[in-house]
Structures are given as C-alpha cells and as structure tokens.
C-alpha cells in the first residue's frame, strides 16, 4: 500500500475535504504557458477502482512527448479513503495517483490527467489538485463536459469552442482531436495555459480520439488492479 497519511489527501470527512479544497485552490499556478508540446516528457494518470473490495489503482506512464515512446512506468493499489461525492472526486484518487508518480524514475514532465482542471463546479478539478500538490505542470482531458455547456466545434481536426459555466466563464474548451468525431474536454490543471493544454492534446492524438497518455495509462491501472484482485 502507498503513503503516510496526509491531511490533504485524505480528509476525514466532507465538510474538511470543501476546506481542503477551498485552501488548496488559492495555491493555483495559472499564469504559466507551461512546457512546450513535443518536447521532454508527458505522464498520463489514470485509476480503476474494486468497489467490492475498496481498492483503487493507479497508473502513470511518462511518454517522449515527441516519439510517444513509452519511457517508464508506475502503479499504487491503495484502499478508498473517501466516498464518492460528485466535486469532490480527487479526494478519492490523489493517493493513489502520487503514489504511482512517486514511484517513477524518469521525470514526468506534463502531467495529463483522465479528468478536468478549472473546468470543474469549484473550479478545482483532479488535474488541478493534482498539480498544486505536486507542484507538476497539469491540465485535464475529458469524456464528457460535466456541467459546462458549450456550441459544437467545426468537424475538422483542431476545432474548438468555449467550455463556459453559468456566469459565461470561459473554463475550457471542446477540442475536435478527430474529424467527424466527438470532441475531448479540455482544461488547465496547474502551471500550464489553456493554448498549450490543447496543443499538448493534439499533439498526443495521432491516431484515436483520445489521448495516448491516457489510453496507455488506462490499460495499465486495470491490468495492476486485477493483479492486486487475484493477488488477494
């Protein structure tokens, strides 16, 4: 199992966890264009869960950012040390999450969570938690939107529009990262700008919608978890 304790992992209930939360976000790094695509490493995060069982894996695998070349890997099983409440999500994933990062050996460079960042109803998403506690560059690339709303972009590679919330706050955007295909969200975690965010996107979607950190990282927390499964 993976880490000490830590108050700001691994609050005790859900009222310390929105404080948590609350302190944590003043610490954002949002002024940073961070690293430039193509460039040094890029890690992707990613978890599966055992709810049967309470377990949680992460993995996080550190790609070339220019080759896409797989240059290390990591995994932590760890027990849920927090139930599921919508915003609050990290709260449950983080633990694990360092403790994968943690355990690499190659530098991650930008990290690229499975996830949002500002794009989030507390405008403090995974990636974000994430970044502030690590002190990692971040953004997050997600499935769906979550409660943001926002106008189809054009159907061709590399098209955009603005993720907005309900005060039209611009906090992220959906990203076209295949033709005829439905778009990606995105939003910055920590350290990096929205313009770099996306690029790093694009750069890390040759071939499928989404990106390679994440589909890589995603087939490595569920293979370490069944692992942890039948290891007992």
Do not use: W
Request: glycine share 10%.
């Amino acid at each position: 199992m993976v880490r000490n304790e830590d108050a700001e992992d691994r609050p005790g209930t859900e009222e310390a966890a929105r404080r948590t939360q609350d302190l944590l976000r003043e610490r954002l790094v949002l002024d940073e264009a961070g690293p430039p695509p193509g460039r040094g490493h890029v890690t992707g995060v990613d978890v599966a869960y055992d709810d049967a069982r309470d377990l949680v894996a992460a993995a996080a695998v550190v790609l070339d950012a220019s080759s896409l070349a797989v240059v290390d890997t990591a995994t932590a099983v760890d027990r849920v040390s927090f139930p599921y409440v919508p915003g609050l999500l990290a709260f449950r994933e983080v633990p694990a999450v360092r403790a994968a990062l943690d355990r690499l050996s190659a530098d991650p460079g930008l990290v690229v969570c499975d996830g949002y960042g500002l794009a989030h109803p507390r405008r403090f998403g995974l990636a974000s938690h994430l970044g502030v506690l690590t002190g990692l560059p971040t953004i997050g690339v997600a499935k769906n939107p979550f409660t943001f709303t926002y106008e189809a972009p054009g159907e061709e590679r590399g098209a955009f529009s603005a993720l907005r919330g309900d005060d039209g706050e611009e906090v992220g955007r959906a990203l076209r990262t295949r033709t005829g295909v439905k778009p990606v969200h995105v939003s910055v975690g920590h350290r990096t700008s929205l313009d770099t965010a996306c690029a790093h996107t694009l750069a890390l979607t040759p071939r499928y919608r989404l990106p390679e950190t994440t589909r890589r990282a995603d087939a490595l927390c569920r293979r370490a978890l069944r692992e942890a499964v039948r290891a007992g």
